[in-house]
């Protein structure tokens, strides 16, 4: 490289920019590939020049290359002879092989003068023959510095060396197009249509007509190519010292436009994505409170199925009431005990069975719709992938683990904390807000247990009542009447009473359980809502400093351009 005062500036400020540029990649947490490129950037300013020769293998690229150099440095045939990258320098010992770093590229020393000070590169074919060929060859040629993009007269430009081309492009290599087998064209006018054709599609991808040179390697190995003499004046001027300079500096900052816009890209789909998941953290809040509302709804459906079973045992027991308290029954009624048992069993029935069974119902409701709903919101939050540009990211994997952290804690909570066990904790907690109500129960009887103490205790009122107001022999025919009229009023209390409590301790377990069931969600998905703030915030500032170096880029590119 010719180093002069204004060289050495550019090259000082180009090492800074690129260091700055891994260091930014490193912070955002860019795909491991983009801070790789960045780093060789770095190197390739301290590398001879790489002069990098590629296309299809049935172009003829190592025809073309042993041509170009005069000698059979590189074996030749109709199948693809290079599945490795083979990187040729100037030296003393012919055909000399060196190892490199990377297995598949190998060092290849020849005494030619016309390659000091660059290195010239065959890669395999571009046309995916052996999908790993052409790997190696798309990774190689971010490092090149000038590129030999050869094509063949007998179909030229095709399809998969346009997509070659836009990858070229993307890096902001310099192109030069060569057409090979220019032999197989018998008229000058067919030359110029391929010319143009060629001509054409690489401006359609480049965006400018780079130099178009139509050679045959098969006539200048047999005694000279009047296109190859065009290729050397051309490859003369662009390798002299200003020149390849000018392109030895450019490479790098291609590559690091091409870096950078990529790492806005990614940024740009990662707010987007923050964009996206914050409206459905809000949106879970409104689900949330839909959930609620909804669960309140079916509570009092639940709660009125429960009054119907209190109304039908308050009928029942009026009609015993009416039944029992007469003066037909007068010896029935002098025994308390029978008259109680006919109470529980014809009245009372299976009141308290029937009880614990709905109260179960409604427990097990209740536990199965939150469940549901918060399996439903993991399943919601881990369908939510971000797009591609974003993949292998720093973002995409702390997002990810995050979003598994969630649907984890579902797992967890199902696996640990099942229905029937949520459905004990509610009874015990029910059972013993009842025990106010109904005062003096034994732990662990049971709701429906409870109801029918409470009941129970009714039938010794009235029925302890009622014999007491037979001992009252002046009230003569007014005793039972009366009687009557008080044990039904006594029971619409109680009753009235017990449907009160049971609500009561319904609405507040069944309340707590929803708070509970709220609280687990926003537990969970607070460190997700903590995440998507704090790269809210780290992408604002990243979008400033890539802004800043967009600018140092732009203007060191404008210097380097002058050079030439």
Partial sequence: MLVSDRVQDILTRERTLLADLQAFLETQ????????????ATRSLDEVFLLVVVGEFNAGKSSFVNALLGASVLPEGVTPTTDRIYVLVHGEKPGAMEPTR???????TYPLPSLEGVALVDTPGTNAIIRQHQALTEGFLPRADLVLFLTSADRPFTESERQFLSLAARWGRSV??????????ETQAQKAQVREFVEAGARGVLGLTPPVLLISARGEQRGGDPG????????????????????????PLGTATEILSGEEIRAHAARQTLGEDVAI????????????????GELDGQLNRMGRLLSEFEVRADKFIDAKLTFRNLRGLLNSRDLEDAFRREAVADLPDAIDRQFGTMIDRFVEANLHFWEDVQAFLIRRQPSNEVARTRFSYDRGALLEGIAGSARDHLATTTEHELGRQLSRDAEDALKGAVGGLAGGIGIGAGIGALIGASALDFTGGILAGLTLGSLGLFVLPNKRVQAQRGLRQKIATLRAALEQIVRREFEREQERAD????????????????EQARLAGAEVRAAQLRVTLEGLQAEVKALG
């Fill in 102 to 108: 990377d297995p598949f590229v190998s060092r290849l």
């Fill in 176 to 185: 030069i197009m060569v057409v090979n087998k220019s032999d197989l064209l």
């Fill in 29 to 40: 947490g860019a795909p491991p590939e983009a801070v790789d490129y960045a780093r060789t």
């Fill in 281 to 296: 953290l809000r949106d879970l809040e409104g689900q949330r409170e839909r959930h609620r509302e909804t669960m309140l």
């Fill in 519 to 534: 609280a687990r969600l926003r537990d969970a998905i607070s460190p997700y809502t903590r995440f998507t703030e704090q």
């Fill in 228 to 251: 190859f003499h065009a290729l050397r004046e051309v490859l003369k001027l662009r390798l002299s010292d200003t020149e390849r300079t000018r392109l030895k500096l450019a490479s």
